[in-house]
């Protein structure tokens, strides 16, 4: 069973760096052709792709938010973790974490519940 | 930057069918998948690759795509029914469209 579960921060203040961690059970990042996203959703709007990280540790970033994201994985720990630095109150949103596997389209099968992260000061 | 257009909302009474647009400049090459939405909940994948139905999903549930547009079918609506859906595209970059709210009353 595939299950993703997001912790960090529920609350960060403007300029703050946020750390967003992942943590998976039921696939291995380290199998060919994994990969795990963040995926982020303001209070009544759409959802945004933020960031992917693949099973050989290649990264790839929204073309919008580039600058202030990295996403990194431990293997060894089933974990994905991202940071996004400089926040500001349009930040706020639910952050989801997602597994994709086995397509070239990337399309996420596996979501977690997603971590409600407020940025005020 | 590639978008993906969506109605912002279709309303259907139980039993009708429900189509719901996605259009994008891409989609004659590159796939479409859907996603559900219900209130307070993660999105759920309900269709890949165009018109690929994952396990679980009932069959009412159905996909296709013309040109630069797909479309989500359901067809015999229900009230449970009744979601935010979100077409996913990527391109040069990866995409969700603006999202379309389903009533079924």
């Known amino acids: 069973q595939v299950t993703l579960r997001e912790s960090g921060p529920a609350l960060v203040k403007p300029t703050q760096t946020l750390t967003l961690t992942c943590t998976f059970s039921?696939?291995?990042?380290?199998?060919?052709?994994?990969?795990v996203s963040w995926i982020r959703q303001p209070p009544g709007k759409a959802l945004e792709w933020l960031a992917r990280?693949?099973?050989?540790?290649?990264?790839y970033y929204s073309t919008f938010l580039r600058t202030r994201l990295t996403i990194s994985k431990d293997t060894s720990k089933n974990q994905v973790v991202l940071t996004m630095t400089n926040m500001d109150p349009a930040d706020t949103a639910t952050y989801y974490c997602?597994?994709?596997?086995?397509?070239?389209?990337?399309?996420?099968?596996?979501w977690g519940q997603g971590a409600l992260v407020t940025v005020s000061s | 930057s590639y978008e993906l257009t969506q109605p912002p909302s279709v309303s259907v009474s139980p039993g009708q069918t429900a189509r719901i647009t996605c259009s994008g400049d891409a989609l004659p090459k590159k796939f479409a998948s859907w996603y559900q939405q219900k209130s307070g909940q993660a999105p759920v994948l309900v269709i890949y690759?165009?018109?690929k139905r994952p396990s679980g999903i009932p069959e009412r549930f159905s996909g296709s795509s013309s040109g630069t547009m797909a479309t989500l079918t359901i067809s015999g609506a229900q009230v449970e029914d009744e979601a935010d859906y979100y077409c996913y595209s990527t391109d040069s970059s990866v995409v969700f469209g603006g999202g379309t709210r389903l009533t079924v009353l």
């Open positions: 990280i693949d099973w050989e540790d290649d990264k």
């Open positions: 997602a597994r994709s596997y086995g397509s070239g389209t990337y399309h996420p099968d596996h």
């Open positions: 039921g696939f291995s990042l380290t199998t060919s052709g994994m990969y």
């Open positions: 690759e165009d018109s």
